[in-house]
């Protein structure tokens, strides 16, 4: 997949978020070297430190972090809902620190949408009034508004709960409300903060799968943050691990689990069963000499978890082919032993 | 079944039922118009001529069941059938000599004690450093300031004499108060029994507590504190169970665990887990005695509120200012004190030497000791020479009342057209039409609106209640009387509304600005309503005018901080998320802040229009023509059963709004999810 040859949708150079006392003439006068004893001697706290991120169209990007990472800070600043001290953000190539209170407005009646994590579904509306609140701000029609909500209410498969109030609804479908409101207005960026941590573990599984669902007919630009891990796995096509305001490593999945970049990163990749995630693309093989294929072959996309038996039942090495049937490489028996029973981690 | 009594109109229909009940008055009105409305009617015809009692034009009292002979007749019945005049003397002999071992500690005195009385500079001290130990500087400047203001400006003894009366009121308060709480607690029958109790407690106009107190204890300085502690225990009580209700079970489940008996896990576990409550109760006990004190005055309780209300009656306008700072100021003090010893961190000081654990309480011994023992040798230090007209030398009080009666002359003086004209605008373009419309009404138009309104918030069951209340005041014959409190106060609290809750929006745009009023509120919430007829009179002079504006800016306060309040509440997440819908200001306001805020906003409407019925009857005082001034005429005929029926018609009219407020209120709440 090559995201990388267009340009990036949100593009965010050496943002910092400093907390503290007069924090933007402190940072100023630092001279770019904001470490932690800069930050303790002047009594500030950098919850987001030097962050820069590309965001490409169409892509998925997950950032992951535990609490106090500043995961909902850095959201909260590329939407603009908090002030940056410094750095530079540009979303579609407009720079958005730059942008007034007015064009701000219109950025967000247009162009964003964010899902909250505790939903955040004003309680004196209904269903439907809270789906097509956005609307309303940028003044539609009745018609057309409603007409739009009801569409997005089938589309999160809400029929028949339109006219309801958000305390007559659970965890799990206050949240689709809360996503089909944040699609009203068909962003072409989608903020999602945690949506999914406040609901129990088999919710929350259904709505990932839902969630994928959607994207595979949406196809949005997308920043979505987590503190699970095994969620960013699953949803993410890049993964930005961040820890205590700095981006640890920011790549795809495949490639943090097979070469984490740090300790610190390495902490969540070794409890991760690595059949689960790889990709035969991941870790096959160039075609050596002596190579006699076997009469089936796999793609390059499939888990190694779902292929492991059949290529280990195989006496000869399997070729990977790409999408196109274009051959891309070889998988031998020992390649994927060695995935499956790592002997030291 | 139940339901259908209880629920008002569904929401959706509200607006057009609200739309057929005023097109029902409206024609009845128009029937009035045309003379077609049967007498019966209009207003109720009385039982017999002789009890047309006073005839003023406005407020004939045309009695159909003759209410104030019922309760004069019962009064007479407890009091001397009963015995109960035997307990209540005895009472009130106790309640006498207590107060006078206070009298006799504050300001020295002839009977029992032989001692000196304490020196103003003792006092002083006390209140200097008793304020530094809660909280610092800045309370103890406040509280010794107070104390000195007393002593310097003439104005020692009727502050001593009040300060007296609460000594007694409070902790007896505070104690019964806490009692009744836990029993109301403890037994839910009696929590059931007590609630609506308190609920009329807390809408009966401050003077009409005195009236029964006045019954059964007779006039005299021990009745102001039997009024006093009677106005002050329902807010302890409320409190006290809010507090323990509020104890979390696994709390509770813990201390059972632990081992505790029944009282040990009382004394222990709850009412200490019940601390933030019970405090907030001291502090309102503390502000209710104190307001309920200087009303006192009307049945001759000495201290500052006696001093005023003389002041006053004699147009001393100048001392009656200084007499309104000593009020205000004693106020301030009392209420900061409280809160700061309700806030203070309990710190852990078992292991500290003796003389660091008690430091303020050495200090304090020491110098009010010598305080005596210096007032001994220089008797001014004991009390400061009061400098009078006949004394004018030698003496060390110092008296700004010329300043003041100078500044109210040049206002009243530069002022006087403006003023004028102001009011002569206001009462005949604005006051006059209003008071015709509400006596112009038929008995029957006013019983179905409010009849239909109370249907409509809650069902037949509210519906039946407010039509009772009301044919209540009709059968008792003083309708006329109630319609002219009615629309003094609906237009009261109308212009609160008006100003207020624009006000207080304009406040909450900026966290620093909305502390800043919501401090005003508070501070202005501690003033006994008493103070506010001063500025009142001093600009508009005794009349019509003057009782509404003293009305106005007194109701007002909690138009305000409740506005600021539900709107600085709103949570933020809900912020983010409008802000994320691309809102603008407006919007936000309008779709976010005030849909949310106003369950609480309703309630600060509903405390506006308690505090407006309550001050009405006090501005009366200034004398307008309304169930107020009749109380006051009651009074001084001591004509008690008569007191008794006015105040339940001003109470039975305040209990009305207030329940169907707090209806629409928490109906409110329920559809936010807020519960």
């Known amino acids: 997949m090559t995201i990388e040859a267009t340009r990036p949708v949100i593009h965010c150079k050496n943002i910092f978020k400093i907390f503290g006392h007069s924090a933007q003439e402190i940072q100023g006068k630092s001279g770019g070297k904001v470490d932690q004893e800069f930050l303790d001697n002047n009594g500030l706290v950098a919850a987001v430190n030097d962050v820069s991120l590309e965001v490409y169209p169409g892509e998925m990007l997950v950032v992951m972090g535990l609490s106090g990472s500043g995961k909902s800070t850095l959201v909260r600043c590329l939407s603009r809902l908090i002030e940056t001290t410094s750095g530079s953000i540009n979303i579609e190539g407009e720079d958005l620190l730059a942008m007034s209170e007015k064009e701000l407005i219109e950025l967000r009646r247009n162009k964003m949408g964010m899902v909250f994590q505790n939903f955040a579904l004003l309680p004196h509306k209904t269903v439907l009034e809270n789906i097509a609140f956005p609307l309303q701000m940028r003044g539609m029609k009745k018609e057309d508004y409603v007409a739009r909500a009801l569409k997005m209410i089938e589309l999160v498969s809400l029929d028949g709960r339109e006219n309801d109030f958000p305390r007559q609804l659970s965890g799990g479908q206050q949240q689709r409300v809360g996503i089909a409101r944040s699609l009203a207005i ?37 920043v979505f943050i987590t503190h699970d891990f095994d969620e960013a796995l699953r949803l993410a096509d890049r993964i930005a691990i961040m820890f205590h305001g700095r981006v640890e490593q920011c790549s795809t999945p495949q490639d943090i689990v097979l070469n984490p970049a740090t300790d610190y990163v390495k902490k969540f990749t070794n409890d991760v069963p690595r059949e689960k995630v790889l990709t035969a693309g991941a870790i096959m093989d160039e075609e050596r000499p002596d190579d006699k294929p076997a009469a089936i072959s796999v793609n390059q996309s499939d888990i190694i978890e779902d292929i492991a038996e059949f290529i280990l039942g195989q006496e000869r090495p399997v070729v990977v082919h790409d999408d196109d049937g274009n051959r891309v490489g070889m998988l031998h028996r020992d390649t994927v032993l060695k995935i499956l029973f790592p002997g030291d981690k | ?132 130990a809660l909280k610092g500087w800045k309370l103890s400047l406040l509280a010794g300031g107070t104390v000195v203001y007393f002593a310097v400006f003439g104005q020692w003894k009727v502050s001593m004499q009040t300060l007296s009366l609460l000594f007694v009121s409070v902790p007896t308060s505070i104690i019964i108060g806490i009692l009744l709480g836990i029993m109301a607690y403890k037994k839910k029958a009696f929590e059931n029994a007590i609630l609506p109790v308190l609920n009329v407690a807390q809408t009966l106009p401050h003077f009409a507590y005195l009236i029964p107190v006045i019954v059964f204890f007779g006039v005299g300085h021990q009745t102001g504190v039997i009024a006093t502690i009677i106005f002050a225990v329902p807010p302890m009580v409320r409190l006290t169970l809010l507090g323990l209700q509020k104890v979390p079970p696994k709390l509770i489940e813990s201390g059972k665990m632990s081992g505790c008996t029944r009282l040990q896990l009382l004394f222990r576990v709850q009412i200490p887990s019940a601390r933030n409550e019970m405090m907030l109760g001291v502090n309102q006990v503390i ?187 009709a059968l008792s014959g003083w309708w ?157 005929e001591s004509d008690l059963g008569k007191g008794l029926t006015l105040g339940l018609c001003i109470s039975f009219m305040a209990l009305s709004i207030d329940h169907m407020i707090t209806r629409w209120a928490r109906e409110r709440r329920k559809l936010l999810g807020l519960d």
């Open chain 2, 287 to 473: 502000m209710q005695c104190l307001a309920m004190v200087v009303i006192a005055a009307f049945i001759g309780a000495p201290g500052l509120g006696y001093q005023l209300l003389l002041k006053l009656q004699i147009l001393k306008l100048g001392q009656s200012v200084e007499i309104g700072f000593a009020i205000v100021l004693l106020a301030i003090t009392l209420d900061r004190l409280s809160m700061a010893w309700a806030e203070k961190k309990r710190d852990y000081t078992a292991n500290l030497p003796f003389h660091v654990r008690y430091k303020y309480q050495i200090i304090l011994v020491v110098t009010v000791t010598l305080a005596y023992i210096a007032a001994h040798y220089f008797p001014a230090l004991e009390k400061l020479p009061k400098c009078t007209v006949t004394k004018p030398t030698d003496c060390f009080t110092i008296s700004t009342a010329a300043f003041w009666e100078d500044i109210i002359d040049w206002v009243v003086i530069n002022w006087y057209d403006g003023l004028l004209a102001f009011r002569s605008f206001v009462v005949i373009d604005m006051l006059v039409p209003l008071r015709d419309s509400f006596l112009f009404a038929p008995t029957i138009a006013v019983l179905v609106l409010i009849a239909g309104a109370g249907f409509i918030l809650g069902g037949w069951y509210s519906a039946l209640l407010t039509s009772i209340f009301f044919i209540f005041i």
């Open chain 1, 186 to 222: 068909e962003p072409d960026i989608w903020f999602l903060d945690e949506p999914f941590s406040a609901l129990d573990p088999l919710i929350r599984k259904e709505m990932q799968d839902e969630f994928l669902r959607l994207q595979s007919i949406l196809k949005k630009t997308i």
């Open chain 2, 1 to 132: 079944m139940r339901e259908t009594i209880l629920q008002g109109v569904r929401p959706d229909n509200r607006f057009r039922a609200s739309f057929i009940l005023l097109a029902i008055f409206a024609l009845i009105m128009v029937f009035q118009g045309l003379e077609m409305v049967p007498e019966t009617l209009d207003r109720l015809p009385a039982h017999s001529e002789a009890s047309a009692i006073d005839n003023t034009g406005y407020g004939e009292h045309y009695e159909t069941v003759a209410f104030d002979e019922i309760f004069n007749r019962s009064f007479d019945y407890l009091r001397e059938d009963l015995g109960f005049s035997t307990v209540t003397r005895a009472v009130s002999k106790a309640l006498k000599s207590v107060i006078n071992v206070f009298n006799n500690i504050l300001l020295g005195g002839r009977k029992g004690f032989g001692f000196d009385p304490m020196p103003w500079v003792a006092v002083a001290a006390i209140a200097f450093i008793v304020g530094f």
């Open chain 2, 480 to 636: 006329d009387r109630a319609m002219i409190t009615a629309y003094m106060v609906m237009f009261a609290v109308l212009v609160c509304i008006v100003i207020g809750i624009p006000l207080g929006i304009w406040a909450s745009r900026k966290p620093g600005r909305a502390r800043y009023f919501l401090i005003w509120c508070d501070t202005l919430q501690t003033f006994p309503s008493f103070i506010y007829l001063l500025p009142v009179i001093m600009l508009f002079q005794v009349n019509d005018l003057s009782a509404i504006l003293a009305v106005i800016v007194y109701a007002i306060v909690p138009a305000v901080r409740y506005t600021i309040e539900g709107i600085i509440n709103v949570p933020p997440s809900l912020h983010e998320a409008v802000t994320m819908a691309g809102c603008s200001n407006r919007q936000r306001l309008f779709q976010l802040e005030l849909p949310m805020a106003m369950p609480h906003i309703l309630l600060g409407i509903n405390q506006t229009t308690m505090f407006a019925f309550s001050m009405v009857v006090i501005a009366a005082f200034i004398g307008t023509i309304d169930l107020g001034q009749a109380i006051f005429k009651a009074l001084s």
